[in-house]
C-alpha cells in the first residue's frame, strides 16, 4: 500500500513538473509573439520600419535574452517554493 501511495505522489510530482514547464514555455512564447505583434503593427505605421528586416530581427533578438532571465526567475521561484523543476524550456 506505501508503495502504491509512493508511486502516485511520485507521478503527481511528474505531471506537475510538466504542468510548470508549459506554463513557462506559454509566457516565454506569449511574450515573444507579443513583440512580434508590435513589430508587425510598427511595419504598418512606418514603411521605413517595413522594409528593415534587420531591424526586426535585431528588436526580436534584444530581447531574447530578457524573456531568458525571466524564465530563469521563475524557476528560482519554483526552485526556493520547494517543489522540482526541470529547467530544459527552449524559447
Known sequence: ??????????????????????????????????????????????GDFNRSANVKRSITAAVRPYAIILQEEAIIKVNETGRLFRKNVRI
Open 1 to 46: 500500500m506505501e508503495e502504491l501511495d509512493r508511486l502516485q505522489s511520485e507521478k503527481l510530482e511528474e505531471e506537475d513538473k510538466e504542468d510548470e514547464t508549459s506554463l513557462n514555455k506559454a509566457d516565454s512564447t506569449f511574450t515573444l509573439s507579443s513583440i512580434e505583434t508590435l513589430i508587425d503593427e510598427l511595419s504598418e505605421i512606418d
